[in-house]
Each structure stands twice: as C-alpha cells, then as structure tokens.
C-alpha cells in the first residue's frame, strides 16, 4: 500500500470512528433527555403526593371541621334533656289529671307503640324501646 492509499485508509478510519462516536454522543443525549423528563416527572408526581399529603394531613388535625359537629351535639343533648324533663313533668301529673282506666289505655298503647318501634328496628336495644 502506498502512502496515499495509507492516507486514505486512515481518514476512511477516522470518519468512521467519528460518525461512531457521533452516534454514541447522539445516543448519550437522547438518554438524558429520556431520564430528565422522567426525573421531572417523578419530581412533579412527589410534589403533587407532597401537596396531598400535607391537605389531607392538616384536613385530618384541623379540629374546626368537628367543632360543628360537637355543637350540633350540645345543641342535641339539651333538646334532649328539656324532652326529657317535659316527660317528667307529664308523667308527674298523669295520675292527677287521669282516672285509672285513662291510664291503663295510655299505657296500653305506650306499650304498642314500644312493640311497634322495637318491630321497625329489631336490632335496637329493648332498654331503649319501653
């Protein structure tokens, strides 16, 4: 082989061993391009879970939503107790303003209407029903 043709190889060698590494090169910044979307991805999922967390978290040790809750409750208790102290009273003077056979038949159909309730909702406790 002659000089020129030895130069010829060599650059036929060297341009193929740049159009090599060319491609590696094209095909090392494809691969990042590919892990930055990914790592952009994972970083705007871990903020978006973060955000959710942090929602739900204050959601969940935010004691205003149940102070609702707890006034309706008090407000619920009173009503029931006033109910409560009015069905005293009524049963106090039931024996004043009834004759026995008017206070048979109220107790009577009290005791239907417990039977009644307690057939609605046989899971109920009886104690609750009388």
Sequence with gaps: MDVAGAQAQVTTDNGERSHQVQNRLLHIDTQMAHIRAQVERLITEASTSS?????????????????????????????????????????????ELADKEQLAEISGTMTTGAHAVQVQCPGRDQRTTH
């Design 51 to 95: 955000s959710q967390c942090t929602v739900l978290l204050r959601h969940m040790t935010d004691p205003q939503p149940l102070q609702g809750v707890h006034e309706r409750l008090v407000a619920l208790l009173e009503h029931l107790e006033n109910q409560q102290e009015q069905l005293n009273l009524v049963v106090s003077k039931l024996p």
